[in-house]
């Protein structure tokens, strides 16, 4: 689920439902939107940042979203990879014991 924090104090609400949709639709997860601190625009994923207008110096878009998620979705295959490897390489080291 992501969340949107926005500044409600320089009227970001638009923007924040306008992305908020975008995610609805685009990445087909839910979105809520929340007012948060004067000048904030972040997006956060199950509660960690995924981006924010302070850290690029522009409102957030969901390009920016759409990259972070292919981003993590990469990192994660890699662990696995890596997980996998390792574990054929533990086996192969038992199996040479064992014989």
């Known amino acids: 689920m992501y969340l949107i924090k926005y ?5 970001y609400r638009p923007r924040a439902e306008a992305l908020s949709a975008k995610i609805n639709q685009t990445i087909l ?5 929340e007012y948060g ?8 994923r199950d509660g960690e940042l ?4 302070d850290k690029l ?3 957030v ?3 920016d979203i759409v990259k972070e998620r292919q981003k993590s979705s990469y990192l994660e295959w890699v662990k696995c990879r ?4 390792y ?3 533990v086996d192969e080291a038992l199996a040479r014991r064992m014989s």
């Open 87 to 89: 574990l054929k390489v």
């Open 57 to 59: 110096d522009r409102f």
């Open 37 to 44: 601190t004067p000048g904030q625009f972040d997006v956060f």
């Open 29 to 33: 997860d839910t979105c809520e939107i």
């Open 61 to 63: 878009t969901i390009n």
């Open 7 to 11: 500044c409600s104090r320089w009227n």
């Open 82 to 85: 890596y997980t996998w490897d």
């Open 50 to 53: 995924v981006a924010s207008k």
